[in-house]
């Protein structure tokens, strides 16, 4: 069981105007191609963002939008609910500007995850770890909460504070659009 977490974040997340995500991506709002895309392998979708009313009409009802407990902790308090309301032990997460969601990646990083028995799975695109790209188990929930409590939003901490592998991602393994 799978659940997939888009965050969509807030004021950041705005591009002439209009939300990143619903900006055009092969003839559809970007958000709609990422929810159906994840939908090949997740078992349920979470989109969060600090805006749920602008993305609300382009989002399917059965993918639950929701806002960060946390509220302008960044990516770190968007990671955080979506990995609190998941009702899988593990969560695939993309940022609102991938454009190439890509299954593949994902099983990968499902499998390394696994096999090693770590708390994360990043992927590495260019020699660049991407941590709001990759696969988390629900239990570094408590890590973040501790975290976002004490006011630390840096990634590099909670990553330290956690077990992670990274997987090296060929272009070979980027999907073709």
């Known amino acids: 069981m799978l659940t997939g977490v888009i965050l969509a974040g807030g004021p950041n997340d705005y591009v002439y105007g209009r939300h990143r995500s619903l900006l055009p991506h092969h003839g559809e709002p970007l958000i709609q191609f990422q929810i159906k895309e994840m939908r090949k392998i997740v078992d349920e979708m979470i989109v969060v963002t600090n805006t749920p009313r602008d993305l609300l009409p382009f989002v399917p009802t059965d993918t639950r939008i929701i806002t960060d407990f946390f509220q302008n902790k960044g990516p770190l308090g968007g990671l ?32 390394n995850l696994l096999k090693f028995d770590v708390d994360g799975a990043l992927p590495v695109f260019n020699g660049v770890l991407k941590p709001f790209e990759g696969v988390y188990r629900t239990s570094t929930k408590t890590c973040l909460t501790g975290l976002l409590q004490a006011g630390d939003t840096t990634t590099s901490t909670f990553l330290k504070s956690i077990n992670t592998s990274s997987v090296v991602i060929q272009p070979d393994m980027l999907p073709l659009k």
Do not use: Q, Y
């Not at 979506?82 to 990646?105: F, H, K, M, Q, Y």
């Open 80 to 111: 955080h609910a979506g990995i609190s309301l998941a009702r899988t032990d593990v969560v695939w997460v993309i940022e609102s500007n991938n454009l190439t969601p890509s299954t593949r990646i994902a099983s990968r990083l499902i499998k």
